[in-house]
Structure formats: structure tokens, C-alpha cells
């Protein structure tokens, strides 16, 4: 051991740490004479940080990020902060308790685009510890660093100081530039360093409105227009971009006053909204309007230039509809139309702007009154005394509002207003029509008159005015009643009082009781015959029935035929006042001189009023007790059978049949109304027959299939009775089972009917198909093609008759048959062995119907040929041994008791005998 001059000793010390930390040891010396302790402590760190930290945020925008320290020792600790990177900052000592976990703040703050790199070392002052984090900053494109809002006029200019900051030590200057081409000012402005300066923008909008943008001032380049007089060196280095750079290398670099790059991403921007207030009008212009219609404005435009100007059209309300643009060719003069439709009343300013694409805009002011919409007087409604008339009431909104209408009727006794829904929604530029229903109460006009008031949000009232008239009631229309030979039928007759009198009713028949003072056409004539088919009934006495205002009374009139002979009457509803006072007419001077006469007025004042109900009554024959007619045919045959029936009647009457030539037999080709054509009567007798099927549906289907042709008549004088002899050709394409009618009718007489029945049956089979199985719950099908016997696709339907095996399938069961051909497909799924099935499958359409036989075979084994058998089962012993023939009759000999395949087992075969 070497001794030092100064009597020290140095004693070798090796210290190989494994991982990072604190490492405290104790080494002892002792010797005879003396006993040493040297406390040692080694400190370990690590040799790459513990974490990394990015940070991201635009320029000028700080984002701080907590970042945890944890002490879990029992002393407080103490560190220094070391911060190594451009705009990160933090606290520079930091204080954590025993046990405890605190958040050191780091903040990054860049004033440009940029990506920096960097690291934070904490060291403990304690234990010595160092805790190393890289960081990373990436500052983006700074946001905006105010919102500016400028108010001017259109065609004014406005100057507008905006205070510019330069957060940089060098002297900076900037280029200035906006995306609003109604902005300018200086190109460029220079700055001291941390200094303010404000920047005059000038602002002179050409058109009104709020107009969104930018002004951007960033650092002008140095080297811009420039010569290149840098070394290679420093060439290569400014090639790299600024964010890209290290640290060390960035400091070097401001250290050297050579951060020209890196101030060039400086930039500052700001939000501009330029709130342009229009200028003066051109010319204002006072309107007065009503609401819900439209009106027209003329505007003048002239082009002084010698090139082609184009306009876009503006309007400060919906209201307003005309063209959005026009141009206007060089030294041009035209009229611009712009219609206006107001809704709401009251006092309003609208614009009309015209903007063109190169000049300042101008526009007229519109001071515009609108009042409520005028009053509407509609055509007066004529309607007799004791009927409705319906007219419609137009409610035309050309505007662009919706009209949420609530309406009004000031005389609900004679006018009811038909609203389903409230409210009355009518939608921008339509028409609503509401039905209004006029009930007069009294002749000529009386209080038959009405205000109908519409109200909504947009204005108070909107007035229609409505009027009628009441007219002497005309004949109604006739009525027709058929019933059977001696049996009765009831035709109601309900009868209101319209008025506002009490009153007294009488009610006759013609064919019982001539009426007086009554005028009526010569038409009208067969009306008045006497005839005892019709009574009067429903009501105890039919003279002086006391009726009070709207009253009501149920009249019922009973038919009973006796003769087939056509009856005729009219029901006379005679009223007059319980006072005694005469009915008041006040429009008597405006009737037509042809209904004085008919009604026999010769003065405004009338006794009675009087309804006329026309009756028609047609006999019917009851179905004869003869067995109905059965016409049975097979589907898709032809059948033609004569069918024959009777007429009896009272053919000597009035134009008397005599022989054949007095009366005709023709296919039918009028409707029943024609009983009611009371000015044609034929000079002689005219029979329509025709077939006449249960429903609609049926004669849709059936109607095509069955033709009537008469093939002979003959009349039996002395009888009165007419023969038909009909041929009924029969051709059904589908089987139906249908109940008709064979229908004879004559205007005069009555009608006959004979009950018939069409029968058509199942057609032939149209094909047989076998279907071979393929195994044992194995489906086995058969395809075959339909096609549509139209031009058009069919419905069709395909279905299983009954009898069929549940085996079978059809697919699809409905669908169209097209005309070029739908496949269907049938199969079955056997479940026994050996089974033969069957099913007979129908095809439906609306016209059309087929018919096919399946039959479902077991499949077909075939036995194998030439395969050798897995199993060898011959005997090759029992092949060597020589045959034996056996002797049945000597072992039957044998056999004394029966065996187990008898009847009685064991019994004894031979009986002993005593």
C-alpha cells in the first residue's frame, strides 16, 4: 500500500450499478489501533428520458400540460426545473411533499408556425436525482387574433385602425393582404421590436349586406429579389426547414442574427365583418294596396354604358316576386315589372335593390299601406223553397304566407258554411273552395242575405257577401217504385216546413183527387189519371196537419199493383199559414210572365204553396212456380239452348196489341230511367229483355260468357199472353255456379223476371304430368311454362283441387302470368314406400282456367349388375353334403299329439275307444 506525503491512503473503490437509483453503502475499516465508517452514496440516472411529451397548438395560443411527480419517500423533495426549448416555460423550483403527488405546470407558447424540440430535467436536490422528459412542441397557423366588425356605408368610404403587435426582438416588416376586395390600405407596415402599431384599413362596400373575411400581415422575406452570397455551408443549412431544426441549432442561429427563416413564418390575422348599411334610396315611392291581391310596380332602368351591365334583383320581402337578374344591353332602356302580394295589412317599408357587377347598388324605398282585403259580393243563389243549393266560396292566396283562416256566418238559419277542419289552412300561392250550403226560408229574397267573415293572424276580416233567392217550388224528381203483383211496397216521403210560420198541410193524391188551381204542363197529363194502386199512409188524416216552424212530417205512400199495367201519381203537399195571412213575394216583379201564368199569380201575395212529388209505379211479375231454368255447361265448351217464357198482362189497354206487328222485342239498351222520360211514349208497345246478374263482380266476370238472341214470338189474343222463344248461348271458361236473371220490360206494362241458373263444371284435363320420386322425404318437381292469353300480364292463382294428396306443392301459388310465359313449377315429397300419389291442380285467372292431372310414381329400383357382395354367404360344407330326401307322410305317421302351429296344441291325434 502506498502512503501519500500527507499520511493518506487511497483505498480502490469499484461501483457497477445495474439500473438506475440510489445505491448508499457503508465501508469500515478497523485496525489494532483505530475503527473507521465512510458513509458512500451513488447516484444513478437514467440514460434516456422517462417519457415524451407532445404539445400541438396554434401560435399565440398557450397550452399547459401537468405533468405528475410522485414522491413516495418520507422526505420533502426539492427540484430545480431546467427548461430547454423554444416557448416552453415553467415554474423553476418545485416543492413535493412526502407521500405526495404534485403536477409541474409546462406551458408551450409559439408566435409562429414552427416545431420545436426540447427537454425538461428536474433534479433533486435531495437524493441528487435527475428526471429527464423529452418535449415537442408543433405550433400550427395562429387563429385570429381579434374579431373586427366594421359598421359603413354603401358608397362611403371608412377608415378603420387595426393595432398590430410585433412579439419579436428584431425590427419586423410585414406584408398586409385580404381575401375582401372591398378593402385596402398599405401593401406593407413596419414594426419595432415589442412595439404596437396601428394599421388604417380603408373600407368602401359597393353593396349592402354583412361581408365575411380576412386581413393577413406576415413578415416579408429578406432574401426576396435578393442575390445569393452565402457560403455552401450556410446554403445547406437554411435549406432545412425551420421546424425541423434542433434547438441548439435554432439558438445558434438567433445568437447569430441569422433567423430569417424562422421569422418568416411569423403571422398575425384577424377576422373582419364589414356591416354594409345601404345609402339613400334612389326614389321612395308611396302604395296603397289591399291584402291578398297582388299588385304591379314598373321600374325604369337605362344602361349609359357601352357595354353589357348585368343586375341581380333583390327584394326585402317574399312578397315580392319578379326577375332575380337581368342584363341590360349597352345604351338600353327598359321596364323592370315586379308584382307585390301583401297578406298582412298595416304599414310597412320594403326595398327593391338592384346590384350591378360593376357600380354601386341602388334601390327605391316602397312606403306601402295595405288594408284588409276588400269585401267580395258573390252572385246571387236561387233555390226553391224546401231544397239546399251548394255554391263554393274561392279563397285565393297568391301570397307566400300560410292562412290559418276561423270564419264567421252571420245568418246561420238560411246559410250553413262547411268547414271540416279549424282552422281553414291554405297554403302559400293556392286556392281553397268552401262549400256553402243556402236553405231558403221564404219567397223571393226576404233575409236571405249573409256575411261571411274570415279572420286570421295576417288581417282581421275578410268579408264575402251572399245573397239568394227563394223560388216556388218546382216538381222534384220523379220517383220510380217497383213491387210485385198484389203485394205492397212503401215510398217515404219526408216533408219539412221551411218557414218561419206556423202552418197548416194538406196532402193529395192525384189518382184519388183532382186538385184546383192547379196548372201544370200538358206532359203532366198521365200524372192525373185516376188509379188505385197508390194510398197515402203514416199519418192519421192528410187535411189540415198542423205543422210549426221547421216541423217535419213523415208521409209514406204504399204501391200495390193489380194489373201489370204502369201506374203513375203525384204526391200535392198544399201549405198554407195558420193565420190565415196570404204568402209574401217580394221579388213578384221579376218573375218571368210563363210563371205567373203557371202558378196563377196576379199579385205579390199567394194563398198556398204548393210541392208536387211524381211517382211512377212499375208492376212486377212474382218468378213463375215452374222450376227455375238450370243451364249447365263444362268449362271452356259451347252450349246454345232455347229457353222459352210467358208474358201475361193487360196487353187491350191503351195502343191494345192485336197482333204480332203491334209490339216489338229488342235487346235491352236503356237504363230504368227511362220510366221517367214521360214526353217519349212510343205509339207502340216496346219489350227490352237482357240478363241481369246478382252483382258487379259477377256480371264483370259472366257477362262476356252468356248471349241472349230472340228467335220467336207469338201472341195469344184471347189469353192476352206473349211467348219468347230465346236462344242462350252458354261459353264459361271457368267453373262457377251463378244465379241470374232473364229480365223482360216494357215502359207501359211492367217487367217480368225468370230466375235461371248457370252451371259451368269442371273443364277437361289440359295435361297429365307424372312426376318419377327421387327417394324417400326427397322433393321431386316438373316445370312447365303458362303464358298470359292477353297482351298484358294476368293475376293468376294456383291452388289444389279437394282429394288431393297433401303430398304435392305448387310454386308460385299466385303471382302474373306474363305474355311471354311464367314457369311454374309442381312437385311432391313422398313419405311412403311403394305409394303411387295424385292431385289435380287448378290455374286461375279473372277470364281464364286450367286443369292438369300429377301423379306422383315411387321411384324406379334397378337391381345391381355385376357388383361383387361385401359379405361372402355361401356354404361351402353344407354344398358337399350328399341330399337326402324326406318322408313326410312317415313322419306325419309318426306324430301322436298336435303341434304348436295347431289351433289345440297338444291334443292327442287319436281318440281311445271304449
Excluded at 93 to 120: A, N, Q, S
Excluded at 501 to 529: C, H, N, Y
Aim: glycine fraction near 4%; proline fraction near 8%; charge should be negative.
Amino acid at each position: 500500500i502506498l502512503i501519500a506525503a500527507d499520511g493518506s491512503v487511497p483505498v480502490p473503490l469499484r461501483f457497477v450499478p445495474l439500473s438506475p437509483g440510489r445505491y448508499p453503502c457503508k465501508i469500515l475499516l478497523t485496525s489494532k489501533y483505530d475503527v473507521r465508517l465512510y458513509c458512500i452514496e451513488g447516484v444513478v440516472n437514467e440514460e434516456r428520458p422517462e417519457a415524451r411529451f407532445d404539445f400541438e397548438t396554434p401560435a399565440f395560443e398557450a397550452l399547459t400540460q401537468n405533468i405528475p411527480i410522485n414522491n413516495e419517500t418520507k422526505n420533502e423533495w426539492k427540484f430545480h426545473v431546467t427548461v430547454e426549448g423554444e416557448w416552453f416555460h415553467g415554474p423553476p423550483i418545485l416543492y413535493v411533499g412526502p407521500g405526495e403527488t404534485v403536477d409541474y405546470p409546462l406551458t408551450f407558447k409559439p408566435i409562429f408556425e414552427c416545431e420545436i424540440m426540447g427537454k425538461l430535467i428536474l433534479h433533486n436536490e435531495v437524493d441528487g436525482m435527475e428526471h429527464i422528459f423529452d418535449i415537442k412542441g408543433i405550433g400550427k397557423r395562429p387563429l385570429a387574433l381579434e374579431h373586427i366588425i366594421i359598421d359603413c356605408q354603401v358608397g362611403e368610404m371608412t377608415n378603420k385602425p387595426i393595432m398590430v403587435p410585433n412579439y419579436t426582438p428584431s425590427i419586423l416588416t410585414f406584408k398586409v393582404s385580404s381575401d375582401l376586395p372591398i378593402v385596402w390600405g398599405n401593401p406593407d407596415i413596419t414594426i419595432d421590436p415589442d412595439n404596437t402599431v396601428p394599421y388604417i384599413l380603408h373600407v368602401c362596400p359597393w353593396k349592402r349586406g354583412i361581408f365575411k373575411g380576412t386581413i393577413s400581415f406576415s413578415v416579408k422575406s429578406k432574401h426576396n429579389g435578393d442575390s445569393q452570397d452565402d457560403s455552401d455551408e450556410d446554403q445547406d443549412t437554411d435549406q432545412i426547414p425551420f421546424y425541423k431544426k434542433s434547438l441548439s441549432e435554432l439558438s445558434d442561429k438567433f445568437d447569430d442574427e441569422k433567423a430569417d427563416n424562422a421569422i418568416n413564418n411569423f403571422q398575425i390575422w384577424y377576422h373582419l365583418e364589414i356591416h354594409s348599411a345601404p345609402g339613400p334610396p334612389l326614389e321612395i315611392i308611396d302604395m296603397k294596396c289591399a291584402a291578398l291581391e297582388s299588385f304591379y310596380i314598373e321600374v325604369p332602368l337605362f344602361n349609359p354604358e357601352e357595354k353589357i351591365i348585368h343586375f341581380d334583383v333583390l327584394f326585402s320581402s317574399a312578397a315580392f316576386s319578379g326577375v332575380d337578374e337581368l342584363d341590360l344591353f349597352p345604351l338600353d332602356f327598359i321596364s323592370c315589372i315586379i308584382y307585390y302580394s301583401p297578406a298582412r295589412t298595416g304599414f310597412i317599408e320594403e326595398s327593391i335593390i338592384f346590384q350591378p357587377d360593376l357600380g354601386l347598388e341602388f334601390w327605391y324605398l316602397l312606403k306601402i299601406t295595405t288594408d284588409i282585403p276588400e269585401a267580395t259580393i258573390m252572385k246571387e243563389i236561387y233555390c226553391d223553397l224546401g231544397k239546399v243549393v251548394t255554391e263554393m266560396i274561392s279563397l285565393d292566396n297568391p301570397t307566400h304566407e300560410t292562412l290559418e283562416l276561423h270564419a264567421t256566418n252571420s245568418n246561420t238559419e238560411n246559410f250553413v258554411l262547411e268547414i271540416k277542419r279549424i282552422p281553414l289552412i291554405i297554403p302559400p300561392n293556392s286556392t281553397r273552395d268552401v262549400p256553402i250550403h243556402f236553405r231558403p226560408s221564404a219567397l223571393g229574397r226576404a233575409s236571405h242575405q249573409t256575411s261571411v267573415i274570415f279572420h286570421c293572424a295576417q288581417f282581421s276580416e275578410w268579408i264575402f257577401l251572399i245573397s239568394g233567392i227563394g223560388l216556388f217550388p218546382q216538381p222534384h224528381e220523379i220517383q220510380k217504385v217497383t213491387a210485385y203483383l198484389h203485394l205492397q211496397t212503401c215510398i217515404p216521403i219526408p216533408f219539412q216546413n221551411p218557414t218561419k210560420e206556423d202552418v197548416f198541410i194538406d196532402i193529395l193524391l192525384t189518382g184519388e183527387e183532382k186538385p184546383k188551381r192547379l196548372v201544370m204542363a200538358q206532359i203532366w197529363d198521365s200524372f192525373m189519371e185516376e188509379t188505385s194502386a197508390f194510398k197515402i199512409s203514416g199519418v192519421t188524416h192528410t187535411k189540415g196537419i198542423a205543422l210549426p216552424p221547421k216541423g217535419t212530417l213523415d208521409i209514406q205512400v204504399l204501391f200495390m199493383p193489380q194489373v201489370m199495367k204502369l201506374q203513375r201519381t203525384m204526391v200535392l203537399i198544399q201549405m198554407r199559414k195558420a193565420s190565415g195571412k196570404r204568402w209574401f213575394i217580394d221579388n213578384f216583379m221579376e218573375l218571368h210572365p210563363e210563371v205567373k201564368r203557371g202558378l196563377g199569380l196576379d199579385s205579390e201575395e199567394i194563398l198556398e204553396i204548393r210541392w208536387i212529388y211524381p211517382i211512377i209505379g212499375v208492376p212486377q211479375t212474382s218468378p213463375p212456380e215452374s222450376p227455375q231454368i238450370v243451364i249447365t255447361c263444362q268449362a271452356r265448351k259451347r252450349l246454345e239452348e232455347e229457353v222459352e217464357v210467358l208474358l201475361d198482362g193487360d196487353f187491350l189497354g191503351e195502343n191494345p196489341i192485336l197482333e204480332l206487328s203491334d209490339f216489338t222485342v229488342i235487346p235491352k239498351r236503356k237504363s230504368y230511367a227511362y220510366y221517367e222520360d214521360i214526353e217519349d211514349k212510343p205509339m207502340k208497345r216496346e219489350f227490352e229483355y237482357g240478363i241481369e246478374f246478382e252483382s258487379e263482380d259477377e256480371e264483370a266476370s259472366l257477362e262476356s260468357c252468356v248471349a241472349l238472341c230472340l228467335i220467336k214470338k207469338s201472341y195469344n189474343a184471347n189469353n192476352e199472353q206473349i211467348t219468347l222463344v230465346f236462344s242462350l248461348i252458354f261459353t264459361p271458361n271457368k267453373p262457377v255456379r251463378s244465379q241470374v236473371t232473364l229480365k223482360v220490360e216494357c215502359m207501359t206494362d211492367g217487367i217480368w223476371t225468370f230466375p235461371m241458373m248457370l252451371i259451368a263444371t269442371e273443364p277437361d284435363v289440359d295435361e297429365v304430368f307424372d312426376i318419377e320420386g327421387v327417394g324417400l322425404f326427397k322433393e321431386a318437381t316438373v316445370d312447365f311454362r303458362l303464358t298470359s292469353q292477353s297482351r298484358n300480364p294476368e293475376s293468376f292463382m294456383a291452388f289444389f283441387l279437394p282429394g288431393s294428396d297433401p303430398e304435392f306443392f305448387v310454386k308460385p301459388q299466385i303471382g302474373e302470368l306474363l305474355p311471354k310465359g311464367t314457369l311454374i313449377t309442381v312437385g311432391f315429397i313422398p313419405t311412403m314406400y311403394s305409394r303411387k300419389y295424385k292431385a289435380t291442380l287448378a290455374i286461375q285467372t279473372e277470364d281464364m282456367y286450367w286443369l292438369y292431372e300429377i301423379n306422383g310414381l315411387p321411384q324406379i329400383s334397378i337391381l345391381p349388375l355385376k357388383v361383387k357382395a361385401k359379405v361372402d354367404a355361401h356354404n361351402e360344407m353344407f354344398d358337399k353334403k350328399p341330399a337326402r330326401r324326406r318322408n313326410f307322410l312317415y313322419e306325419n305317421a309318426q306324430l301322436t299329439r298336435t303341434g304348436v302351429s295347431s289351433t289345440i296344441k297338444g291334443a292327442r291325434l287319436m281318440l281311445n275307444n271304449k
